[in-house]
């Protein structure tokens, strides 16, 4: 997915990127954080990087966080390969001003902000899952699996974006990518009450299963 004109036009202005006021949350990688001046986006930046902090500092106080670079790293390149697919997150690829011991750059992904709660995320139309569904066999035919589970969020416009890049893994076969997918696919219906939501009334199970439909 691309930026919405407004995101991309504030982003190529060469803004200075200032974080560290609101977490949203973190993971096994990285922490999430609202931008403080502009609230439409966000900044993944590694685990126990210190907002607001210089090199020298950053060196004495945890050499971990050079571990978790280097998994957004990783993160980084996993997107490059699949940032024309519908369902991931437009990502600009910003240098926060501090470096390693070695001199790497420690780098930070902005994005939009999503709604990512589960009630947001049970209030997904028919339309917006059939959407998020064909998007997610487009992930499948590309040969990537999402590794965990569906780490997605709703963005303005209402479509759904994977939000954690670095969950997803490249497969050995096709497949697999599908397989692995599915049964992700399953677990969210399930998880935001979508499968009681279908089988409640026999009218929508036809949709259930378009909705289920494989390839
Ligand atoms: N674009 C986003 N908008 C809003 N919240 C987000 C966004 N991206 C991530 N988050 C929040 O931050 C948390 C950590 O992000 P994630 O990318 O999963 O990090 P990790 O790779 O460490 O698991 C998520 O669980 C989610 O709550
Ligand atoms: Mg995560």
């Known amino acids: 997915m691309d930026f919405s004109p407004e995101d991309r036009a504030w982003l190529d202005n060469d803004p200075d990127i200032k974080f560290g006021s609101k977490e949203l949350g973190s993971g096994g990688a990285g922490i999430v954080y609202e931008l403080d001046n502009n609230p439409d986006l966000v900044i993944k930046v590694p685990k126990r990087f210190i907002p607001y902090t210089d090199t020298e500092k950053m060196q004495d106080i ?25 369902i991931i997150i437009p990502t600009r690829v910003v240098k926060l001003g501090v470096k390693t011991a070695d001199g790497e750059d420690y780098l930070g992904l902005v994005r939009p902000k999503l709604k990512t709660s589960l009630s947001d995320l049970m209030k997904l139309s028919d339309e917006q899952l059939l959407e998020f ?42 497949k697999s990518a599908y397989t692995g997918n599915d049964s992700k696919w399953y677990t969210f219906l399930y998880c935001t009450e979508k499968v009681k939501y279908f089988f409640s009334d026999p009218s929508r199970i036809k949709t259930f299963f378009k909705l289920y439909k494989l390839y």
Not at 145 to 172: F, N, P
Request: aromatic fraction near 8%; include cysteine.
């Open 133 to 174: 569904r064909e998007n997610l066999v487009e992930l499948s035919e590309a040969g990537y699996e999402v590794a965990g589970w569906l780490q997605v969020g709703v963005d303005r416009l209402g479509k759904v974006q994977i939000y954690d890049i670095g969950d997803i893994k490249h497969c050995e076969d096709k």
């Open 62 to 86: 945890d050499a971990r966080a050079n571990l978790f670079r280097v998994l957004l790293l990783k993160e980084i390149e996993t997107y490059n390969k699949l940032k024309k697919l519908k």
